[in-house]
């Protein structure tokens, strides 16, 4: 049975106490609170002690009915979780670890077992910080867009029990899921994962490829026929065989390959046999058989397809239509799925490697970004939309529009798809559409455009990842879809209680609101100051005290932010040789902040102290800032002051 929540009356009224170090979990006096985005805007939650556990739904009972050569596994596996103990299924991409863990969900279903199952995130990497934002969205019914406290996660179920939880494609390693099972000790895992992982070895089963025995049994039942000796040397099944790899879903593509083939065809209507036509050899290769496949679809199946492939993201149904711009595109997942050019979980498309090759070879014209970002964004605004799309499809869309320099319509599209990447807990997702519709507004001179992206980006960066001080006076700006000036002085009141009083003034210059431009005021710069240098001045002084960027990831953020703010100058600027180099510096900055990214750590192992980290970073930062004088300076001689 889930644990109580503390009574009102015991929590009583708590302000916002910001203490320990700069990093981590905000605290509302005992305990820690997080931040999710409904209706247009932020909400502060109570701490997950405080939340009501929602109950588990029963699993899910989908996928193949049959399997080959692995029922005896499927029994094992059933057994150990019924005894309470976790599982993982270890081994290659597409031998069939998910297949054997759907059957698994069946066998439980039909016992009335509860629980959940996560997939991979498209566009994100699985680390044990978005694992558990994850289950505790599960259990609590909120998409959480902070940080998890892993103490406060595993004291908030420690009374959950008879709770099953499935993790595909766990990439997450020893310790990691010893510290998982001791979070949810009340529950059973089962992880799909390439390698193993899991701390009790004895549980960890390896999963091969399908032998040839069960391999003939597949093919047969796709074909719906038993094959012969005769009928498999037509087949050329030996060389398939090898060249699937004893991938199922390689097997049946092939299956699907030979039913639609002429000679199969003009055979079948003579009744059962086991004796198929022969095949090609040069055909036997799994992409040219996508090929085939790709090619025979129906032209509203054959944009959806190529929409896959061009973006790269998971779609459900939902979505096909307003992406590629055909109304006749909606109904044909089963056309695509059948061909098993892609893959369906839950009701959701996902293209395959050959299939993807397959759009490759036969150089069909991408997915125009223009008609996806259009019909997206209609569909968005539609009073009775659909379950919202993967916020990584939006993204892709966003991404490709840059690479088509269709600056305004980045601009217009990032407004309506950053909140719905909030909306489902994909803070970093919402981040960088953020940043693609600032670089557009920048270089598209949308200024007013520019400057709520500069902002909101800003502020939406120190709520998500910011550290204790900047996360409160970013709540008390982004709380409310809308932030008018004239209430700017009680939000930097009540933001200045927490916060240093540099802080409280940055926040009162913030006067920008997620989901509403909100005017901003400009100061006019001096007759003896060209236009744009007193903003870049500004952007000069606002950046942080080197020594206080201990990390990479700060370092990242603090290059996106000066980048944005001398963007937003360069806008302002008349004069040609003031807009080139605050937009030069502006481009220096932006990959200084991807170096910073792709370094990570800095490439030191997890035993080199904090405090040599920091040296680094300090020392990139001072040049960054060294960086900004050099540059600036000879066309703004104001920032020398």
Known sequence: MPASPPAAAERGARSVVIDGDNKGIVSTGDFAFNVFYAEGRFVETESLRELPLHEAPLLPASGRTELFGRDELVEEVSARLAEGTSVQLYGEPGVGKRAIAEAVHRRLAEQGGRGHVLSPLAGETGTLELLYRRLAEAFFGKPFLREVDETVLRAAVAGVSGVHITVFDSELGREDLARVLETFPGCTFLFTSPYATLPDSRAAHHVQPLPRAAAVELLSAGLGLSLGPEGLRNLQFDHVYEMSEGRPQRLLQYAEFIKGSDAWRAGRPAGPHDKPPPVDPARLNPRHQAEALAVALSEPARRVLVALATFKAPMSPDWFAPVTGDPQAAGTGPELHDRRLVTCRYGVYQITEEAAAAVRAQDWPAAPAATAAEGLTAALAAEDRAPAPEPYLLLTVARALRDAQQWVLVARFVRAAAPVALAA?????????????????????????????????????????????????????????????????????????????????????????????????????????????????????????PADIRLFRDLAGEHRKVAGALEAAAAEATEGKVESALRTRAQEREKEAASAESEGDGGLSQDVHPDVIAAQTASRATLGKTRDYLVISPVCPNVRE
């Open 425 to 545: 807990g994909r803070g970093q997702v919402a981040l960088q559409l953020y940043g693609l519709g600032r670089i557009a507004a920048g270089r598209g001179g949308l200024s007013k455009d520019l400057r709520y992206y500069v902002k909101t980006e800003e502020q939406t960066r120190d709520l998500l990842a910011g550290d204790k001080l900047a996360v409160v006076a970013a709540l008390a700006l982004l709380s409310a879809p809308v932030a008018p000036t004239a209430k700017l002085g009680g939000l930097v009141s009540w933001a200045a209680k927490f916060t240093s009083t540099k802080v409280a003034v940055t926040a009162g210059a913030a006067t920008v609101a997620v989901g509403a431009a909100v005017a901003v005021t400009v100061a006019t710069s001096g007759s003896d100051v060209p236009a744009g240098c007193a903003e870049a001045q500004q952007a000069m002084t606002d950046q942080r005290e």
